[in-house]
């Protein structure tokens, strides 16, 4: 999608420094890490947020999870573990409006996030 952040980045008009590719799924490291490990997996078509999720594009959460699961190993950030945030929306902070899974590690995260 024209002037879409991520589109840019999928389409390689905006540089990223890439960790996992295929044809449904881009995984890249964040521009302003909050963590050791804070990287964004996204889908390469364009869904706004979790909003727009219906039952003829859902497939693609499976397997972006299924892609978080090897990427988070490969990292060797399994056995210490992670988080996975969806920001959606106005109240949820989203600033991206392309679906996207923030995944952090590589240190003790801090709870509640609110
Ligand atoms: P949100 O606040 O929408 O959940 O998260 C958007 C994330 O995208 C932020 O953590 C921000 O640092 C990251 N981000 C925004 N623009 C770029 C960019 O051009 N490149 C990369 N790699 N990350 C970006
Ligand atoms: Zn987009």
């Known amino acids: 999608m024209d002037n879409c952040i991520f589109c840019k980045i ?3 008009d905006i540089p990223s420094q890439k960790i996992y590719e295929d ?3 881009l995984v890249f490291k964040d521009i302003n890490p909050e963590a050791p490990v804070h990287i964004l997996a996204i889908p390469k078509e364009h869904i706004e947020s979790v909003n727009e999720i219906n039952e003829e594009n859902s497939l693609i959460i499976n397997h ?3 892609v978080i699961s090897k990427v988070t190993k490969d990292l060797g950030i399994d056995k210490t573990g992670y ?3 969806n920001n959606c929306g106005k109240d ?3 600033t991206v409006p392309h679906l996207h899974f923030h995944v ?3 240190k003790t995260l801090k709870w509640p996030p609110v």
């Open 92 to 94: 949820g902070l989203q």
């Open 83 to 85: 988080r996975i945030v």
């Open 23 to 25: 044809d449904k799924v």
């Open 104 to 106: 952090f590690g590589g």
């Open 10 to 12: 999928i389409n390689g």
């Open 64 to 66: 972006i999870f299924l």
